[in-house]
């Protein structure tokens, strides 16, 4: 571990969810994700908020034919529970637990919440588009060398970059 | 064989599996440091490139071991689920989520971790995640026709590029290597710290870097474990050490108006073929995948003699020896081929000119024996055909 801050070796930590991807895919034959449980959340709220137009409208309704033991009961949920309990205990671990909000030099905490849903929402509506995010689409794409997954990933880093400039005031000082 | 859920590990288990690696999969982002945003974007402002090391050696990692174990056959990589490929959502998706990216400095994954330990931007980037989603569902009627654009199906990038899986797998390995170096070198300017390509412990870096080269350039010499086990079976063969037991086109013909349920008769041709034409009760399991280990339990079955024939006698040969490897000692090969087979029983069977009596007699018997075969397998097409075990893609992706 590197004491200067606390956080694992960049390449260790790389080989270590290597690993943790590649056994999913030995046990399970599919790689990891994380949107997936979100959409699981948001139509569950559907469900729960308009249950007429739930059954109405074809998109949950598909949904609903691929899920039938009911939104939540879908393996990403479970891996994303995992994730909440991994990233919690690493945290203890190392001492960086606490309620906190981080955000660049310069930057209000309104401004900052105001980014965080307003970034989280263009994630989520694009994670849709491109079926899955950084995890489910680009890492566990490369893995088993999909092409529309690593198009994914350019496409997510490209991007990235392409934005950032615009966006500096939010993380840099200069 | 591996993927071990359904066969191994029944299906029920799935779910604390998925919780148990996402406990693995939360512990190595946290610990990567990916629960700090500002880390996080560093990637894009260029002062901390972990994100980048961290994502491209998981990612190499997994390929490789994907890879490794397609290659000792421990993982059946013919079913394990690939993205599919549509390129117009996945590239205006991608632009979206690039966006997302910089304005909430998370990803869905990283924002849980973030989450986990406190970060209350961590819980908007959810909410607002959450909030994107639901709000693709209720205008996907009008996105339904860039989402479903181009369907390519589940693609792999080194068929696109036309190389080895390995050979990209070398390819990639080689450039994240010099991502690494190039960006440490950034990584140092921007924070402007003096430029130091390998600082310190250069031989540790250089055996991690060799390690993945090994492993990728040891898949690309070494012959795969099924190309093994056939170059053994065919020097066997070519030593003349085990011959095949040949099974003749009367013999088999005559056997299947008799007592057809005691031979297992495999069509080893393409299921184009065998559509076209079939020995009468055979099944069709293509040469490629006899190998596979979902057909060992039909291959061995004790009531039953396999009969395989292919398009040329060496087929129906190789067949056979690859039934023997896996432990069935009972099989034979048709003598002749399928088209040889059809040409004896329903084309030339018209009676020669002067017939002797041994010829008049086969004759007859090979016409009324294409007539009773017929006859089977109209029955057998109106029963339950024999096992066909279906090997289906496993589901996954983010959806």
Not at chain 1, 72 to 82: A, C, D, H, R, T
Request: aromatic share 12%.
């Amino acid at each position: 571990m590197n004491k200067k801050n606390g956080y694992m070796n960049p390449y260790l930590a790389g080989v270590l969810l290597g690993f943790v991807l590649l056994t999913t895919i030995y046990i399970t034959g599919r790689g990891l994700g994380a949107s997936g449980a979100m959409k699981s959340v948001a139509v569950s709220a559907v469900k729960a908020a308009a249950p007429e137009h739930y059954s109405n409208t074809p998109y949950y309704r598909s949904y609903a034919a691929d899920h039938p033991q009911g939104p939540m009961k879908s393996w990403l949920v479970f891996e994303m529970l995992g994730v909440l309990v991994g990233a919690f205990f690493s945290g203890t671990l190392s001492g960086r637990i606490g309620l906190k909000l981080e955000k660049g030099p310069g930057v209000t905490n309104v401004g900052r919440l105001a980014g965080a849903i307003a970034g989280g929402f263009l994630f989520g509506f694009g994670s849709q588009l491109g079926r899955g995010c950084t995890s489910g689409s680009a890492l566990s794409g490369m893995a088993v060398m999909s092409y529309g997954g690593i198009v994914t990933m350019v496409a997510i880093f490209g991007g990235a970059y392409a934005f950032a400039w615009f966006f500096r005031k939010m993380w840099i000082s200069r | 064989m591996a993927p071990l859920i359904p066969d191994i590990i029944a299906p029920e288990y799935n779910f604390i599996i998925a919780f148990i690696v996402g406990i693995g999969f939360g512990f190595a982002l946290e610990q990567a440091g990916f629960s700090s945003t500002r880390k996080l974007v560093g990637l894009f402002y260029g002062y901390d490139f972990t994100v980048l090391k961290v994502f491209f050696t998981a990612g190499i990692t997994a390929m490789i071991g994907v890879l490794l174990l397609g290659h000792l056959e421990l993982l059946n990589t013919s079913i394990i689920f690939v993205n599919p490929t549509f390129l117009p959502s996945a590239i205006t998706g991608g632009l979206i989520m690039g966006l997302g990216f910089v304005v909430g400095g998370f990803c869905p994954g990283t924002s849980a971790c973030a989450a986990a330990i406190g970060k209350i931007d961590g819980w908007a980037f959810i909410f607002g995640a959450t909030l994107g989603i639901f709000t693709f569902g209720e205008f996907f009627p009008f996105l339904e026709k860039l989402y479903m654009a181009d369907p390519q199906g589940p693609v792999l990038i080194n068929e696109v590029l036309g190389i080895k899986p390995a050979t990209f797998a070398l390819l990639m390995t080689l450039i994240a290597i010099v991502a690494f170096m190039a960006t440490g070198v950034i990584e140092d300017k921007v924070n402007g710290k003096a430029v130091k390509i390998f600082n310190g412990q250069w031989k540790n870096k250089a055996l991690a870097a060799a390690i993945p080269v090994i492993l990728v350039v040891l898949i690309m010499v070494t012959p795969s474990r099924k190309e093994y086990v056939m170059q053994k079976l065919e020097a066997r063969a070519a030593a003349g050490e085990c011959k095949p037991d040949l099974i003749d086109a009367d013999q088999l013909a005559f056997e299947l108006i008799n007592n057809y349920y005691q031979y297992n008769v495999i069509d080893v041709r393409s299921p184009e073929e065998y559509q076209q034409f079939h020995i009468a009760t055979a099944i069709n399991i293509p040469l490629d995948e006899l190998h596979n280990p979902a057909y060992r339990e039909l291959l061995n079955q004790r009531i039953q003699t396999n009969v395989f024939y292919g398009s040329t006698p060496l087929q129906a040969k190789q067949a056979c020896l690859i039934a023997r490897y896996h432990g069935n000692t009972t099989s034979r090969a048709l003598a002749v081929t399928a088209q040889e087979f059809k040409q004896l029983f329903y084309e030339y069977s018209d009676m020669p000119q002067n017939p002797t009596k041994e010829q008049q007699t086969l004759v007859l018997f090979r016409q009324q024996a294409a007539k009773k075969m017929q006859e089977i397998e109209n029955n057998l097409a109106a029963k339950q055909k024999p096992v066909k075990k279906k090997i289906t893609r496993v589901q996954g992706g983010c959806s």
